[in-house]
């Protein structure tokens, strides 16, 4: 690990300041994936900024009837609240699929969102990567690509987003609230956060240098069954091959988001449409386009029957 330095922030806006005032710097809270890619040397950031003290820590009812989630809320407590174990139970469940109860101590909402992919080339440093180094090529592409995208992806990447919790976000039409170094905040829907890859596959999230996400807002409830089902080759403490997000009603329609075939939350809401009609019918749609290798392309028909699965769960 290279030498840094280090500094605890007061206030949000000035975490986001601290930020981008030393080029290369980075946020620090749980540190549960940043550690580790620093201790590779695929992170070198030359400051760290501590942000554990800024506040940010709660979930708290909104006046439109939702829940605002801090953005240093973390994944154990995020996924024990009552209010989102009864009305949001997608994301306690999708929340509990992932990683291990350790990491879900340290681990937070905003980490979570913007954790990187777990691609093998990604942490290969001897081999080429678009993401580590921009320019450099794409090993996955031809190389082993079982855990990899199957849909959006590009000639520059095929890598997939990890994380569980922002697939149910993602059904949820959850919001990011952030702050940026000026001290000005937006808002910004949760499918709009994550980028595709294109030519850059490094610029991963649509937020600006230095720019702190503060917040996630998830809407009233939406009722409904809400199943998460993840597919993994191992019982626990492994990263979804295909994950389905689902809020199901009564009259058949609902809202999909696929996890573990892509480049971020996989969501076509105008597929939702051919719910009733079974999931091989809404499958097709959502998955429209698809280009997957030799070694994924199994990951189209588990998909589908994972989708079967619970579809199958909510009418039984």
């Known amino acids: 690990m290279k030498p840094f330095t280090y500094e605890r922030a007061a206030t949000p806006s000035a975490a986001a300041a601290a930020v981008v005032r030393m080029p290369g710097a980075r946020f620090i809270a749980g540190g549960t994936n940043l550690l580790d890619l620093m201790k590779l040397q695929i992170e070198t950031p030359p400051h760290l900024v501590d942000v554990n003290g800024v506040g940010l820590d709660r979930i708290e009812p909104t006046p439109e009837g939702g829940l605002r989630i801090g953005g240093l809320v973390r994944n154990t407590d995020l996924a024990a609240d009552p209010r989102v174990r009864?009305?949001?139970?997608?994301?306690?469940?999708?929340?509990?699929?992932?990683?291990?109860?350790?990491?879900?101590?340290?681990?937070?909402?905003?980490?979570?969102?913007l954790q990187r992919t777990r691609c093998p080339y990604f942490y290969d440093t001897a081999q080429p990567c678009?993401?580590?180094?921009?320019?450099?090529?794409?090993?996955?592409?031809?190389?082993?690509?079982?855990?990899?995208?199957?849909?959006?992806?590009?000639?520059?990447?095929?890598a997939t987003h990890p994380s569980d919790m922002a697939v149910a976000m993602r059904v949820l039409d959850a919001v990011v609230e952030t702050v940026k170094p000026d001290g000005t905040t937006r808002s910004l829907p949760i499918g709009d956060l994550h980028r595709l890859p294109g030519e850059t596959p490094h610029i991963e999230t649509a937020l600006e240098s230095g720019e702190f996400i503060t917040?996630?807002?998830?809407?009233?409830?939406?009722?409904?069954?809400?199943?998460?089902?993840?597919v993994r080759d191992r019982a626990s403490y492994a990263f979804a091959l295909v994950s389905v997000a689902a809020v199901l009603h009564r009259d058949?329609?609902?809202?999909?988001?696929?996890?573990?075939?892509?480049h971020k939350p996989w969501r076509v809401e105008a597929a939702e449409a051919e719910l009733p009609l079974?999931?091989?019918?809404?499958?097709?749609?959502?998955?429209a386009g698809a280009k997957p290798t030799p070694d994924n392309a199994f990951k189209v028909t588990l998909a589908e029957r994972a989708l079967?699965?619970?579809l199958a769960e909510a009418k039984g």
């Open 86 to 113: 009864r009305d949001y139970a997608i994301l306690a469940r999708a929340l509990l699929a992932g990683a291990s109860g350790q990491l879900r101590n340290r681990a937070t909402t905003a980490g979570n969102l």
């Open 130 to 158: 678009n993401k580590r180094e921009p320019g450099s090529g794409c090993s996955a592409i031809g190389g082993v690509s079982r855990q990899l995208a199957i849909i959006g992806s590009s000639d520059a990447c095929i």
């Open 215 to 230: 917040a996630v807002i998830l809407p009233p409830p939406v009722g409904g069954m809400q199943v998460y089902r993840k």
């Open 252 to 262: 058949g329609t609902g809202r999909v988001a696929l996890g573990g075939v892509a």
């Open 278 to 287: 079974g999931a091989r019918s809404a499958m097709a749609a959502i998955l």
């Open 308 to 310: 079967a699965s619970v």
